[in-house]
């Protein structure tokens, strides 16, 4: 996505859907909602890694309705927390954007020598939800995946500014 103007990133292939510009808006908000929450359940757990994640099936359940980029996945609106803004969205969303996956990659390592499996978070979009941190490390996979690939077909839409057919 580097390298896209301001109106590149604005384009929207029809009214109503996103440009690529709140696709990474939508994902910078989700990652600022879940990385406190996973982060914040981390603390004094005891070392105990684990070598694979393991969702319970709840968790698997919900990624595979909500999360996964499928077509059995439900289209879903987001949460209210996470919708992005109608207005014009800044060129500084790529920075945001790459500082938000960062915060990921270096929650990742705090939890890399604990049991993700065990250790269990609030989710911050829906309070009466609680995952796990693996799940929630899951989902975050997932939904960037989903919404990365959303943002490329608006980059493949035709109408797409300063595309060459």
């Known amino acids: 996505m580097a390298?896209?103007?301001?109106?590149?990133?604005?384009?929207?292939?029809?009214?109503?859907?996103?440009?690529?510009?709140?696709?990474?808006?939508?994902?910078?908000?989700?990652?600022?909602?879940?990385?406190?929450?996973?982060a914040a359940a981390l603390p004094g757990k005891p070392v105990s890694p684990v070598q694979e994640i393991t969702p319970g099936w709840f968790g698997r359940w919900f990624m595979r309705s909500f999360i996964e980029p499928s077509p059995a996945t439900s289209r879903t609106r987001a949460p209210r927390k996470i919708v992005p803004g109608t207005g014009p969205v800044d060129p500084s969303i790529l920075d945001r954007f790459l500082k938000s996956t960062q915060a990921i990659r270096e929650t990742?390592?705090?939890?890399?020598?604990?049991?993700?499996?065990?250790?269990?978070?609030?989710?911050?979009?829906?309070?009466?939800i609680h995952f796990t941190v693996g799940t929630g490390f899951q989902i975050l996979s997932g939904h960037l995946r989903r919404h990365l690939l959303q943002a490329e077909r608006v980059k493949d839409a035709p109408g797409f500014p300063g595309r060459v057919s």
Not at 108 to 128: E, H, M, S
């Open 108 to 128: 990742l390592v705090c939890a890399q020598d604990l049991n993700v499996n065990r250790i269990r978070f609030k989710n911050p979009l829906i309070g009466v």
């Open 3 to 38: 390298g896209l103007g301001a109106e590149q990133l604005n384009w929207q292939p029809q009214p109503g859907a996103w440009s690529v510009g709140q696709c990474l808006e939508h994902l910078c908000m989700t990652h600022e909602a879940y990385l406190p929450a996973i």
